[in-house]
């Protein structure tokens, strides 16, 4: 089968598609003919050597996919051959034509639900959810702010919090991006180009603050985030590019909560429990991921660059 291998941590170049040996299923363990692969900026950040500079090369990359299962294993009791599943996290790396997988690394695509659209949820909608509800806490009636919601964890936060009761404020960086954030349910959507923009929170909802703020680019935006906080308040910090300076004063008068977040961190129950939320959330229509490109595998290093270098609005796939 093809599959992308990397060799040595660098630039996106360093990816290339080769041949490699078919895969075969241990006991507990399931093989997934992909049809369809997310690119996730965690990707590229493996790649570079700036995550997990001790992964073994060479290996081959991507966390996320869909596609049908071709093969399991003698102890699988949950999956079976032919079955359309997403699949989220993996043991060989989802940017090839197969994928081999623990049994509950896959999950049931429902019928009516494309194979791209099944390959932007695992990390995505992972992270979004674990920011929400896991993190957070964040309760139906509470308003939340995301940052960057024009992007994969951005609408998928958009929806979850939106489906949860919340109320939903979230920006964008062009007319598109917040046209975007507004067809995916936000109740307002701010421009976060234009200067003093979280000024106009002030407007909504009765000038209280925020309760939930997710953030995607902490090192810009943290300590203005901790301005619009409301009493007893949340940042969780999905994503940072470098260091920020703080006022603590600002925190501490609304005892408010920075927290951390990382897909890493999820207990077996963590991840059971979400994904039966997104199963069901993609069998009756609540959940609805947007995919803004659509790149053959061989076009690897392109999708890394477009997911580093630019606005990109929902999540690019790439097709096996």
């Not at 390959?119 to 993190?135: D, H, M, N, S, T």
Request: hydrophobic fraction near 45%.
């Amino acid at each position: 089968m093809k599959a992308i291998r990397v060799h040595e941590f660098g630039e996106p170049e360093v990816m290339g598609l080769e041949d490699v040996a078919p895969l075969t299923p241990g006991p507990a363990e399931v093989v997934v003919r992909l049809h369809a692969v997310g690119v996730n900026p965690v990707d590229a950040y493996i790649r570079s050597g700036q995550y997990r500079p001790d992964l073994k090369l060479p290996y081959t990359p991507g966390l996320d996919g869909a596609g049908v299962i071709s093969a399991v294993g003698s102890e699988v009791k949950h999956r079976r051959v032919g079955q359309r599943v997403y699949v989220a996290w993996s043991l060989s790396g989802t940017y090839a034509e197969e994928v081999l997988c623990k049994e509950f690394q896959t999950h049931p695509l429902p019928d009516g639900v494309s194979f791209a659209h099944g390959a932007a949820i695992g990390v995505p909608y992972g992270a979004a959810f674990r920011a929400l509800f896991q993190r957070a806490h964040a309760v139906a009636g509470e308003t939340v702010l995301i940052h960057g919601a024009s992007g994969g964890v951005g609408i998928a936060a958009v929806q979850l919090a939106r489906r949860a009761g919340m109320w939903v404020i979230g920006t964008a960086g062009t007319e598109k991006g917040e046209a975007l954030v507004r067809a995916q349910g936000a109740h307002h959507v701010l421009n976060h180009r234009t200067e003093g923009y979280l000024d106009r929170l002030q407007e909504f909802p009765c000038g209280k603050g925020v309760d939930v703020i997710v953030e995607m680019l902490a090192n810009v935006n943290l300590d203005r985030d901790l301005g619009v906080l409301a009493k007893g308040g949340r940042v969780v910090v999905v994503g940072s590019r470098g260091r920020v300076e703080i006022d603590p004063r600002t925190a501490m008068g609304k005892e408010a909560a920075i927290l951390g977040m990382t897909l890493y961190n999820a207990s077996d129950k963590e991840l059971a429990g979400m994904h039966a939320a997104f199963v069901e959330g993609l069998a009756n229509g609540t959940l609805r991921p947007v995919v803004s490109r659509e790149l053959p595998l061989a076009a690897a290093a392109e999708a890394h660059h477009a997911v580093m270098e630019s606005s990109t609005l929902g999540k690019i796939v790439l097709l096996p």
